[in-house]
Structure formats: structure tokens, C-alpha cells
T-cell receptor
């Protein structure tokens, strides 16, 4: 069973606030990913990491930033939230060389 | 990575087999076929993967054609809880970055 956790599960916040979405995994996976998904739409990769101190932007341009200081932790930060950031954010991880992804339960973000 | 094509939606009666097709006509020899599913508002869940041989696990069976240009995910006895979006992904190793398309929305009805 996968051990990857996202908090909070739901977040409602006002425009202009700084927010951090947390993602942690206890499997020792090198690779971690952030996807963004609107209702009924496909998942869009916004950030990924191959390991500690490695971060890359994904296919979908995003105003968010990420950091990877520890293997198990891959937080996503929005410096100034806007209504256009309203979406579901999904974190995932995988072992090096494996295509098997483990996903967290997601954070549903609503910016008013 | 090879692109995949899936029907946007399918339906199936509870208790019957659900056969979900996927086309990946540009697949390379070292690319695997992966299947995931996403139940409403949850993160996708891995189901099964294969290279060229058919595979079976406790969740499903994966049938890959001999030329590897298409595959079928089989849920042998679909239940209402199998209602979800199913994604077929083709990937190689190394620096593979997983890309999810629209998938197939499967509705299992009583």
C-alpha cells in the first residue's frame, strides 16, 4: 500500500494569500511530481523532481514553486493565490526507473 | 513516449466483464503499457502494466496484441465501485515523465 500523504485535503482561501500544499512520502522514492487537474479534465504536470535539490517545471506553466530539500518532502507554494489557481492538486512519487506512480489523495484548492 | 488513444466513455453492466481498449500504434520496443484508474476526486491508482506478455493481477488482466500496437484492460466482473476514469499510458524508462490523457470514463450500471 502506498504511503504518500497530502495536506490539507481541502483549502478555501482569499485572493493574495500565500499558501503551501504539503506532500510527503515514506517509501524513499527518488522521483516526485505535482499535477494539476480541473473537474472532468486531464492531469497536467506542473512540477517534478528527480531527487534532493532537483526541481523541474512541467508541461503546464504554473505560477507555483516547489522545493526538494528532503527525499520524502515535496511542498508546493503559491506566493499570491488567485481565483485562477482554483483546482485540484495531486502529488505523486515513483521509484527511480519505474513507471509505477503512487498518488496522494489530492488537495482541492478554492481561491475566492 | 508513444501517444495513446482511448474511447472517451464506455458503460458496462454490473457483474459483466468490462473491456477497455487502448491504441498505441507508435509504441517502441522498450516501452511498457501502464493502466491507472481515477475514482471521482481521488488520486489515480495503479492497476497493472506489461511489456509484451499478457498480465493478470488481483484487479485486472492486460492483453497486449502481438504487434504491441494496442492493448485491452479487462475487469472480469465489474462492480459499481469500478466506475472511474481509466488511463492507458505508454512509457519507457530513464527520464520518463508520466503524461495522462483524458482516459476512458467507465460507468458500471446495475
Amino acid at each position: 500500500e502506498a504511503d504518500i500523504y497530502q495536506t490539507p485535503r481541502y483549502l478555501v482561501i482569499g485572493t493574495g494569500k500565500k499558501i503551501t500544499l504539503e506532500c510527503s512520502q515514506t517509501m524513499g522514492h527518488d522521483k516526485m511530481y505535482w499535477y494539476q487537474q480541473d473537474p472532468g479534465m486531464e492531469l497536467h504536470l506542473i512540477h517534478y523532481s528527480y531527487g534532493v535539490n532537483s526541481t523541474e517545471k512541467g508541461d503546464l506553466s504554473s505560477e507555483s514553486t516547489v522545493s526538494r530539500i528532503r527525499t520524502e518532502h515535496f511542498p508546493l507554494t503559491l506566493e499570491s493565490a488567485r481565483p485562477s489557481h482554483t483546482s485540484q492538486y495531486l502529488c505523486a512519487s515513483s521509484e527511480k526507473g519505474s513507471g509505477k506512480l503512487f498518488f496522494g489523495s489530492g488537495t482541492q484548492l478554492s481561491v475566492l | 513516449d508513444a501517444k495513446t488513444t482511448q474511447p472517451p466513455s464506455m458503460d458496462c453492466a454490473e457483474g459483466r466483464a468490462a473491456n477497455l481498449p487502448c491504441n498505441h500504434s507508435t509504441i517502441s520496443g522498450n516501452e511498457y503499457v501502464y493502466w491507472y484508474r481515477q475514482i471521482h476526486s481521488q488520486g489515480p491508482q495503479y492497476i497493472i502494466h506489461g511489456l509484451k506478455n499478457n498480465e493478470t493481477n488481483e484487479m485486472a488482466s492486460l492483453i497486449i496484441t502481438e504487434d504491441r500496437k494496442s492493448s485491452t484492460l479487462i475487469l472480469p466482473h465489474a462492480t459499481l465501485r469500478d466506475t472511474a476514469v481509466y488511463y492507458c499510458i505508454v512509457r519507457a524508462g530513464g527520464s520518463y515523465i508520466p503524461t495522462f490523457g483524458r482516459g476512458t470514463s467507465l460507468i458500471v450500471h446495475p
